[in-house]
């Protein structure tokens, strides 16, 4: 096994080397091997296995910066291909191979090409002349996949699959690299970036995007957090005198942002803002509920849903108020979960219908799965004596420096955000990019939050979900009934869905 492992470091190094004396990318056809996949149904899938594809010539860190590609043994030039990136927590993630339960396993059984690209992250580091270097802080993680992108581009015909095709997946940070992919495509703020690291000179926008849980909108998910679970303070949520505090104070700027972005229905056309976001989300969460009921879910009413025996026509209207029927159309008809236009009523299968939901008492039982984290949920360095979060490294430096991303933190701090790091967030949030000028965002996208995930708010993929819609994408988003913080779930479904695409 070392001699095995000590091999691969070898061929590696290797192949780095190659690329940066040539100072061109390499691509062998020859380089394939043969490798079988077993299902948990047993049914093997024999492919093809390009391995250490490093997409850049300036190799950094050898260790992530490289790409697998797998080709299932019907795949040809028109092939789709799933990218797949396994990055969490915006850590670092290495290539790996296809994994059996999970999508990349079961596209390799559907034919869809599979490629894993490495990419630093906020904990890989590299030794240089005895001192640490963090070689993944901001963007240079989404900059390694939008260089993997590249590479596929540039050898799109000798390889099998097509690369104006790609459709990309991830969960969590992931999530969030997946919609940074989707929505930043060609956008030439990171062009001279990828040039220094030798990323092909091609195109790097992608034909559709996988979203689990995503973990984006950082400078405003600390708003949005506490806007959505105020009200389970003191009840579900124990805060100190001082949290309570800063969690009132966050709350209370999180309408301003959200107004700001001028969001609108995608059924009706009625802006959403702060004072019927709860109704929206509402709207979806019951569609959800209703979804996993009819299919044999118990939905308990202690959580906060009203059952009725008598089916209802449409759904409470966004701000809480009766208006005169049908001007708003059914929870089941958003995000295109129905066919639009035609009349609706929820089906009855269990002998009961979801009608209503109090959103308070909803909210605090979601707060009873698992606890809240203590505000601010992302930009906690120093505020009420917090370490530095994960993101608070993301933005850091190179030196391992952790750095406050958000104004009000950075002032509860005595401090100031800097004009370096207001573009680095910027770089790394994909509601920013959608409806840019010179970018060319995916038009299709299937973005899942769990309905009783409480990692972000539900109005940050509520809100990057809508945008895309009123932008004219296809999106297919569900608050997904009873799921925590998870990815890959549902896989016929999604295959599904990406076959619909690729037909």
Known sequence: MKRMMMMAVMAATMLSATAQKTGKLQFDKERAQQRTLTMP??????????ERLYYVTNVEDSAYQYMNVYVPEEANQKTPILLRTYVGGYMAAAAAEPQATDATGRALKEGFVVAI?????????????????YTGRAPRGLLDLKAAVRYLRLFDKQMEGSADRIITDGTSAGGAMSALLGATGNNPAYDEMLKQMGAADTKDDVYASICFCPIIDLEHADMAYEWLYNCTNNRTRPLSNEQAVISNELAATYPAYLNSLGLKHPETGEPITADNMRGYIKQLLIHSAQLAKDAGADIPDTIGFTFSETPQMGTPPLNGVTTQPNKLRAAAQLFNQSTPGRPFTLRKQQGEYITNLDMETYLNYVVTTQPLKTPPAFDALGVAGAQASGENEVFGDTLGTSVNFTDYSAMRNGGQVSDEVKELVRLMNPMNFVGARKTDVAKHWYIRHGARDRDTAFPVPVAFATKLQNEGKNVNFLLAWNRPHSGDYSLNELFEWMKSLTK
């Not at 149904?41 to 390009?50: E, F, L």
């Open 117 to 133: 690209p490495g990419a630093r992250g906020r904990n890989s580091t590299v030794d240089r002349n005895g001192m640490t270097i």
């Open 41 to 50: 149904d047993g049914q093997t899938v024999n492919y093809k296995a390009y």
